[in-house]
Nanobody, 126 residues
Framework: VQLQASGGGLVQAGGSLRLSCVASGRTFSTYVMGWFRQAPGKEREFVAAISWSASNTNYADSMKGRFTIFRDNAGNTVYLQMNSLTPEDTAVYYC????????????????????WGQGTLVTVSS
């Protein structure tokens, strides 16, 4: 599985961005998909995850109510809608795939995700 993230950019505080991650291959629809981020000098952290069916989602506490993860299995794409952005959201955002198929169980650990995109930079100015 190859993942290609896009949609990052420069936005003012309070603004919104939508990130996209397009996957290659025919098994995308069976995987849990996640978004992570890494700010300069910090470890990569969990942002959100969505089950293969989109029935279950999970968010890091600081993203709840501001970020929404959703997917289009027909288009092999997972999205992250980010609203009410703050400078603390500045980071490189990565999409990732958990290769356990047809599961509704979502993990927030990077070790559970086997496939990673190249990252897209989000910069939020104050």
């Amino acid at each position: 599985v190859q993942l290609q993230a896009s949609g990052g950019g420069l936005v003012q505080a309070g603004g919104s961005l939508r990130l996209s991650c397009v996957a290659s291959g025919r098994t995308f629809s069976t995987y849990v998909m996640g978004w992570f981020r890494q700010a300069p000098g910090k470890e990569r952290e969990f942002v959100a995850a969505i089950s293969w069916s989109a029935s279950n989602t999970n968010y890091a506490d600081s993203m709840k109510g501001r970020f929404t993860i959703f997917r289009d299995n027909a288009g092999n794409t997972v999205y992250l809608q980010m609203n009410s952005l703050t400078p603390e959201d500045t980071a490189v955002y990565y999409c990732a795939a958990d290769p356990r198929r047809y599961t509704e169980l979502l993990f927030s650990s990077t070790s559970k995700y086997a496939y990673w995109g190249q990252g897209t930079l989000v910069t939020v100015s104050s």
